[in-house]
Antibody
Framework: EVQVVESGGGLVQPGRSLRLSCTTS????????VSWVRQAPGKGLEWVGF??????????DYAASVKGRFSISRDDSKNIVYLQMNSLKSEDTALYYC??????????????WGQGTLVIVSS | DIQMTQSPASLSASVGDRVTITCRAS??????LNWYQQKPGKAPRLLIY???SLHSGVPSRFSGTGSETDFTLTITNLQREDFATYYC?????????FGGGTKVEI
């Protein structure tokens, strides 16, 4: 069974940092790309960033709203992806989903979603 | 950035209805258009990828058509469990962008 589980969310003050983890199981993790997608309370879906699979060299890409503040990394030996979030702002408050992309092309589609981890940025 | 515009933002329907949701891209996206369904308090789930391919386990009453800039999700014989919010997403180029969502209500 495919499992995607996020952790690391919580309440954090503006300007501080937080690292989210995405632990996966049930599939060959190295074959897949991963995107982080967030959803502010009562709002729609916003793509945050992406890390490709090894075929595409583990390239990363980010939304303009987080570029330079957020970074994504992966450890294929542990089947984990990380989202490092620095200089957090109130507008980063959202439920953060870790998602799986089958990697048939650089960007394919999201075929599996975690349940999300809530990040609240507030003083 | 490619902007994705969904219409309508919400609609009311009844069980058994045929429902059509449209998604328009500000630039061509080829066939790189995906559809997701989200129910309250739940993570989204994939319905359709690459415009018209039905994801595994998704009922055949869901279908997708379109190309380049104009796309449609159709639900035939709407069921109670289909009342949800639907999002389109382009995966043609970065940043990957979602439409604003269409809420299907009773």
């Amino acid at each position: 069974e495919v499992q995607v589980v996020e952790s690391g969310g919580g309440l954090v003050q503006p300007g501080r940092s937080l690292r989210l983890s995405c632990t996966t199981s049930g599939f060959n993790f190295g074959d897949y790309a991963v995107s982080w997608v967030r959803q502010a309370p009562g709002k729609g879906l916003e793509w945050v960033g992406f890390i490709s699979n090894s075929v595409y060299g583990g390239e990363t890409d980010y939304a303009a709203s987080v570029k330079g503040r957020f970074s994504i990394s992966r450890d294929d030996s542990k089947n984990i992806v990380y989202l490092q979030m620095n200089s957090l702002k109130s507008e980063d408050t959202a439920l953060y989903y870790c998602t799986r992309d089958p990697g048939y092309s650089k960007y394919s589609w999201i075929d599996s979603w975690g349940q999300g981890t809530l990040v609240i940025v507030s003083s | 950035d490619i902007q994705m515009t969904q219409s309508p933002a919400s609609l009311s329907a009844s069980v058994g209805d045929r429902v059509t949701i449209t998604c328009r891209a500000s630039h061509h996206v080829g066939s790189y258009l995906n559809w997701y369904q989200q129910k309250p308090g739940k993570a989204p789930r994939l319905l359709i990828y690459r415009t018209s391919s039905l994801h595994s386990g998704v009922p055949s009453r869901f279908s997708g058509t379109g190309s380049e800039t104009d796309f449609t999700l159709t639900i035939t014989n709407l069921q109670r469990e289909d009342f949800a919010t639907y999002y389109c997403q382009q995966s043609y180029s970065s940043p990957l962008t979602f439409g604003g969502g269409t809420k299907v209500e009773i």
